[in-house]
């Protein structure tokens, strides 16, 4: 170890004895200075108690001259040095001009006291840090300019940074100088350590904190009266904002100089306001616009928002404030500005987000959702990524072989890859995909430096084997045509490479404000202002011909737009090639970018009289012309169309290489989503028959906008709702991809992850567009299912599986089915074999549609003759169930929708089930119910199969096993069970005689149902008659192990129990899921069983009753509580939640009163004997199911234990399954049933 960590080290070791001490007597020093070994303690130590000033030994001890540790922790340290209005202790260089002030202050004190007129050393004794007392002085630093303040007293350690204001005085990071230097041994960088701690402190709600102050920013200028009102004001705002952030996260950088915007302000202020505050802002201005459109060209430092300021006064305050120039100040402190924030930490992610869901609310719309960064990575790296890397193996394979004229031609296609996302929105998938090209590239390159390095070898000679020679100029050839340099290739790169549309312009405006950044953030170092070539003005691209503004939707059609450019614009057409070319030679001239859209601005305003005799034509509105902005998608990327020489690309070479996204999740269909003014639905039918269906869905229609702009290979990747994957009126979507796209990828993630609404489950789709006359269609897809959005990146899948895309054809109105394992497929194929559809035995029908609101036809009272009884919700049914709650509908065909009040469905017997939930959920309805449509009614179309036997299907394993594979509905929120998907269920076509058990064993079932709720029903009643009090279950239990330690045994509920709650036990605050209660039918025995996730049982409790009243009391009540919306997470809280009715006094002899007089009443009494029953007919009906469907034992193990069936009852259905192996009809026992 070397002799400085030595010391460091004996320094630190000191130290830990001094910061261990409360005081120091004068007795003890002679001790101390003899234990320590370093010469700065016991110099700190001596200095003290000779009558040091505090902070002068603290400073001379350790900092001063050739402190080691200062030396360690700091490497280049200076003192005292003037700052304006004071000194700070130390500055600490970090960087090239940076500096981080260090305040210090004392550590210890040495308390002197007078003895007969001498100062006598009483103690030294440590002082604590006291950050209110220098709150004046860290404000004053970081007003200056400061970026973090350090304050410590070498035992404590306190960072403070730009945030910190009067009003919001807090510190980012604190910690203690061992803590301190262990960190910083593995950091070994003062400027990362404290941006890793800053980056740490706000992490968690960093987006949602620059979302607010986004908000703040836009409302405090909006205060001002501008010339403008509208769109315009609020483009002048965002763009103003864009301009700054643009600035300081060059500052943050470092590619421009420390504090560029504070400084200007502060010059331009101190120069002009004499001249008044219009002078100041307008010097101001011009030094920002010009600098930085000289330097970097971009579109933000063009206008001049004075021009439309019209109260100057208010601008110049809340300009102010807005930048942070004013945060420090008492009066005005706490608005965080823009210089409060370091915006190394505001990525493109957090940048985008923030303004998208900001110009989503000020425009009101629906179903915009900033795409999360695993998603937009992903389909990146899965459609770009993919394509890039593939042309990249492909050149490194032919540089080996050294194959230099192939390598030109694939170089060529490289460079000629486009990638779109037609609604970008704020860029956030271009800017994955910008970061990942100039990966791409720069591995190219090394490839081809590698092969460089080959050939520089000269072999003790002065010159090249001719040879060697030949192939240096064809690799120097190489690199001049890919560009070495990355600020001329950065740029190259999104003009080559990168597109977009919005129909927001503003969305659009920080999508350029975020690829410039990018630009930056690639290469920092290389866009340093003062690096740039002296005679390169504008290093960054203009984006007018990258990015577009318009309704990616609506426009003249793709042919008619080619026809009409190619017979009456060649020229045209040819000259923007010119243009484009000369720009991607010189990226630095903006004034080709102006002269290429002043010749599509006259070209596009032919083509939109073109698109308004279009509509005439074809009889549509022009009043769409009002609602959008057309885009004519051939014009405004006429380079993916057409060849160079003006001729049209034929149809497989026409379009983009990749289209990404995530467009709008609007489905105008769906409950509370606004019409699409019929105008423009009448215009999307006619342009986009293959996904226009129904009322209509956005996304729909741009995915099939999305496919048909890819050319022959093209890659396509959406995220999207998984609606289209099964959803009947995107029938015609899922025909088009079969027609025209390999189906690569279907991604499905389980768990809603959009932070702004819940949209339900999400699906990432790839696709690679294919002509299906000239390819095979022997395509495997694979389907792949995610827990999380995160897994995508980090865990990865549960499960996937590949299989034919042609499984597709053969499914109705082609339901993209997905199977994420190779059983599930054979499992669902084996029940279609052996069954028959259910629609073609019954018919099934939705319930009845109010036009005027449901509740206005809902009553609790028979209002006339039309108001009949009728059910109003799903829970009013359950398996083999029905609880009527006493409503009447409004039975009146003028103010009802058709169907869902037939009466020869409505009063005949027929099934019901549940129209919401994830499972199959179905009773016979024999008492004529007309019921709302959250419920389904189901009539036989014939009596070759009998009700009951088809309600046995419904409900059993099986069916509903069948039915979460084929539509994926299990655990979704808000789930619903669909009429056309009930229909295919597979019915097996059993005879009557193998109806029958099954019959016999549904009625039983369903007798004992309705004996069980009759039963609860009158325990309820004489429960709330009888009762004069009531106990909670963990009273009872505590009194009872009271009465048994005391022998009064006549007074408890209990004989035994597990454990009683007032001894220590760790499973009563042990979490479940749930849980179930299961009495014994012969002894008086309750036993409690916690669920866990995957509803795997354990018994957990167990109680035993001197009387089997009080056992069926205690398990109504516990029933009662499981069956509520209480929730139970902990046998403490099933203990404190159930109350018990009680009557007092001789409370256990009084409270059996209850169950005696259920028992006068009703003939049956014993609901442990009910319910054990009815399960025990459930899983007969079950073992006969799947006895019927010819299932082995481990096929009926797999399909209950993908249901999460319980243990219990898993065991119990193959008992029965085994019981007659050889003969469907099982035994049924007999019950007593009142």
């Known amino acids: ?360 609310e000020i ?109 240096v100029q064809q690799i120097l050839q190489l690199k001049q045509i890919l560009t070495f340099q990355p600020i001329e290739l950065i740029p190259r790169i999104i003009i080559r490479h990168i597109y977009g549309n919005d129909l927001d312009k503003k969305a659009l405006e920080v999508a350029k404000v975020n690829l410039w950044l990018k630009c930056i953030k690639l290469y920092p170092k290389g866009f340093r202002f003062d690096r740039l070539p002296e005679n390169t003005n504008h290093i960054l691209p203009d984006l007018e011909m990258n990015l577009c503004n318009g309704d990616s939707l609506v426009g003249l059609p793709e042919d008619l737009t080619l026809e009409y450019l190619h017979n009456r614009h060649k020229k045209e057409i040819i000259k923007l090639f010119e243009l484009r070319n000369k720009y991607l030679d010189n990226p630095t001239n903006p004034e080709l970018v102006e002269e290429i859209e002043n010749i599509k601005s006259g070209l596009r305003k032919e083509l939109d009289l073109e698109f308004k005799k279009y509509l005439e034509e074809n009889k549509l509105s022009l009043e769409i012309l009002k609602e959008t902005k057309p885009f004519h998608w051939a014009l405004e990327f006429w380079y993916v169309f057409f060849k160079e020489n003006g001729e049209s690309l034929s149809v497989q070479e026409r379009g983009f290489d990749a289209v990404v996204g995530n467009p709008p999740w609007i489905s105008f269909g769906l409950r509370g989503t606004e019409k699409l003014p019929q105008d423009l639905q009448e215009y999307l039918r006619l342009t986009y028959p293959n996904s226009m269906e129904y009322k209509g869905s956005i996304y729909a229609i741009f995915m099939n906008l999305g496919i048909s702009k890819l050319k022959n290979r093209g890659i396509f990747s959406f995220i999207l709702p998984d609606s289209f994957l099964l959803g009947r009126y995107f029938s015609r979507l899922r025909r088009y991809i079969l027609d025209t796209c390999n189906i690569k990828e279907i991604s499905l993630i389980l768990r809603d992850f959009w932070p702004d609404g819940s949209v339900g489950r999400s699906v990432i789709i790839n696709l690679q567009k294919e002509n299906k006359e000239l390819e095979s269609r022997n395509n495997k897809l694979k389907a792949v299912l995610y827990e999380e959005v995160e897994d995508i990146i980090e865990k990865g899948y549960i499960s996937s599986y590949s299989y034919e895309q042609d499984y597709f054809e053969n499914i109705i109105h082609n339901r993209f089915r997905l199977f994420f394992e190779e059983k599930s497929k054979n499992f669902v194929e084996n029940m279609e074999e052996k069954g028959i559809k259910l629609g073609s035995r019954v018919s099934i029908h939705t319930g009845v549609r109010s036009k005027i609101g449901q509740k206005n036809i809902i009553s609790k009272t028979k209002k006339g003759t039309t108001w009949k009884r009728g059910l109003i919700s799903g829970s009013e049914i359950d398996r083999y169930s029905l609880k009527y709650e006493g409503h009447f509908l409004n039975i009146e065909p003028s103010i009802l929708w058709s169907g869902g009040w037939d009466p020869n469905v409505v009063l005949n017997n027929k099934l019901l089930l549940r129209q919401t939930g994830d499972s199959l959920i179905a009773t016979l309805d024999d008492t004529k119910y007309y019921h709302l449509n959250n419920l389904h009614s189901i009539a036989p179309k014939n009596n070759q199969y009998n009700l009951k036997y088809i309600l046995a299907l419904l409900n059993s394993k099986l069916l509903n096993h069948y039915y979460h594979l084929i539509s994926i509905e299990l655990g979704r929120a808000m789930a619903q069970t669909d009429i056309e998907t009930i229909e295919q269920l597979p019915i097996y076509p059993a005879t009557p005689d193998q109806q029958k058990p099954i019959i016999e064993l549904v009625d039983k079932i369903i007798n004992l149902k309705k004996s069980r709720d009759q039963l609860i029903a009158k325990w309820n009643e004489w429960s709330t008659i009888l009762k004069n009090n009531e106990y909670t279950l963990h009273k009872i239990l505590e009194e009872d192990a009271n009465h048994l330690r005391t022998g009064t045994f006549d007074k408890t509920w209990t004989l035994s129990a597990t454990f009683y709650p007032n001894s220590e036990n760790e499973l009563l605050n042990q979490d479940f899921k749930k849980f179930k209660v299961i009495g014994d039918n012969e002894k008086s025995i309750l036993k409690i069983y916690g669920l866990d996730e995957q509803n795997k049982e354990e018994l957990i409790y167990e109680m035993k009753f001197y009387k089997r009243e009080i056992m069926q009391h205690i398990y109504f009540s516990i029933i009662a509580l499981l069956g509520s919306r209480k929730k139970v997470k902990s046998l403490k809280a099933l203990f404190a939640k159930t109350v018990i009715p009680i009557i007092q006094p001789d409370v256990i002899i009084n409270t059996a009163n209850i169950i005696k007089k259920v028992e006068e009443e009703l003939q049956y009494i014993d609901i442990v004997h009910i319910d054990n029953s009815i399960e025990d007919i459930d899983a007969q009906i079950d073992a006969l199911v799947f006895k019927l469907y010819g299932l082995t034992e481990e096929e009926v193990k797999v399909v209950m234990e993908s249901l999460n069936v319980q243990g219990l009852y898993m065991q119990k259905v193959l008992e029965y399954f085994n019981k007659n192996n050889n003969n469907i009809l099982i035994e049924t026992m007999d019950y007593k049933i009142g």
């Open 1 to 360: 170890m070397s002799n400085k960590n030595n010391a460091i080290n004996q320094i630190i070791s000191d130290l830990k004895l001094l910061f261990s001490k409360e005081e120091i007597l004068p007795n003890e020093i002679e001790d101390i200075l003899l234990q320590v070994q370093s010469e700065e303690v016991k110099s700190y130590i001596k200095s003290l108690s000779e009558g040091s000033k505090p902070e002068s030994a603290l400073r001379e001890s350790f900092f001063a001259g050739k402190s080691v540790l200062s030396k360690y922790l700091f490497k280049e340290i200076s003192p005292e040095i003037y700052i304006g209005e004071g000194f700070i202790d130390y500055l600490i260089k970090v960087e090239y001009n940076r500096f981080i002030p260090l305040e210090l202050k004392s550590l210890f004190e040495a308390e002197f006291e007078t003895i007969q007129g001498n100062r006598i050393l009483k103690k030294l004794k440590p002082i604590k840090l006291d950050l209110d007392k220098h709150k004046s002085q860290i404000l004053k630093y970081l007003q200056k300019g400061s970026e973090y303040i350090i304050l410590t007293n070498l035992k404590e350690w306190y960072f403070f940074n730009k945030t910190c204001a009067p009003d919001e005085y807090n510190y980012f990071h604190s910690t203690n100088l061992f803590d301190f230097i262990k960190d910083y041994d593995v950091q070994e960088n003062l400027l990362d350590y404290l941006e890793r701690k800053e980056f740490e402190s706000i992490r968690g709600d960093l987006d949602k904190r620059f979302f607010q102050s986004l908000n703040a920013w836009v409302k405090k200028l909006s205060e001002v009266d501008f010339t403008v009102d509208g769109n315009k004001k609020t483009e002048l705002i965002i763009g103003l904002l864009n301009k700054f952030i643009f600035v300081q996260t060059l500052d943050d950088y470092g590619v421009i100089n420390f504090q560029w915007l504070k400084s200007k302000w502060e010059a331009e202020h101190r120069d002009w306001i004499t001249k008044g505050k219009q002078r100041v802002l307008k010097e101001f201005f011009r030094k920002v616009d010009t600098w930085f459109y000289e330097y970097y060209d971009t579109e933000l430092f063009k206008e001049d928002i004075l021009n439309y300021i019209k109260d100057i006064d208010l601008f110049y305050r809340n300009l102010q404030l807005v930048l942070g120039l004013t945060y420090w100040q008492t009066s005005l402190g706490g608005f965080r500005g823009i210089l409060q924030y370091k915006f190394k930490y505001i990525d493109e992610d957090i940048f985008g987000k923030a303004y998208e869901t900001f110009l989503a």
């Open 363 to 471: 425009r009101k719309e629906q179903g915009i959702y900033y795409t999360p960064s695993y998603i937009t990575e992903y389909i990146v790296e899965n459609t770009v990524g993919k394509i890039f890397e593939e042309m990249v193996i492909k050149i490194k394979k032919e540089l080996e072989l050294e194959n230099f004229s192939s390598i030109q031609e694939l170089i060529h296609k490289f460079l000629a890859i486009k990638v779109i996302d037609p609604a970008c929105g704020s860029g956030s998938f271009l800017i994955k995909a910008l970061r990942l090209i100039f990966k791409k590239y720069k591995e190219l390159l090394d490839a081809i430096l590698a092969k460089e390095k080959e050939y520089s070898k000269f072999n003790n000679t002065l010159t090249r084997a001719k040879e060697d020679e030949k192939k």
